[in-house]
Nanobody, 123 residues
C-alpha cells in the first residue's frame, strides 16, 4: 500500500519560511519522480514543484526563486522549502507520487496523493 504523509504546514507571516515534508512508503513506480501541488479554496489544484528521477526540477512561475524541492532518498522523504512566503501562497499543499508521464506539474500525471498540509500566510 502506498502512503504519502505530509507535514510542516501551519501559520506563517508574509516574508517568512516553512519547510514541508512528505514521507513516502510502499512501492511507488518511478519513486524519485514526485511533486508538490497546492489548492486554495475555490481554485483548482495547481502544480508547484516537481522532482524528477534524473535530478531535474520544475517549478511553477509564481514560486520560482522562492521555493526549492528536494529529496532525501535514504529517508524516502520529499521536501519543499518555501521562502519569502506571500498571502497568495496560502493553500492546502499536497504531495504526489507515481509519475505517469509528462507534464510534471499536471495533477493528472500522478496516481497517488497525500492528505495535505495547510499553509496559511498572513500579512
Amino acid at each position: 500500500e502506498v502512503r504519502l504523509v505530509e507535514s510542516g504546514g501551519g501559520p506563517v507571516q508574509a516574508g517568512g519560511s516553512l519547510r514541508l515534508s512528505c514521507a513516502a512508503s510502499g512501492y511507488i513506480y518511478r519513486r524519485y519522480s514526485m511533486a508538490w501541488f497546492r489548492q486554495a479554496p475555490g481554485k483548482e489544484r495547481e502544480g508547484v514543484a516537481a522532482f524528477r528521477g534524473d535530478g531535474t526540477t520544475n517549478y511553477a512561475d509564481p514560486v520560482k526563486g522562492r521555493f526549492t524541492i528536494s529529496q532525501d532518498n535514504g529517508k524516502n522523504t520529499l521536501y519543499l522549502q518555501m521562502n519569502s512566503l506571500k498571502d497568495e501562497d496560502s493553500a492546502m499543499y499536497y504531495c504526489a507520487a507515481h509519475f505517469l508521464g509528462p507534464p510534471p506539474l499536471a495533477a493528472g500525471s500522478y496516481k497517488y496523493w497525500g492528505q495535505g498540509t495547510q499553509v496559511t500566510v498572513s500579512s
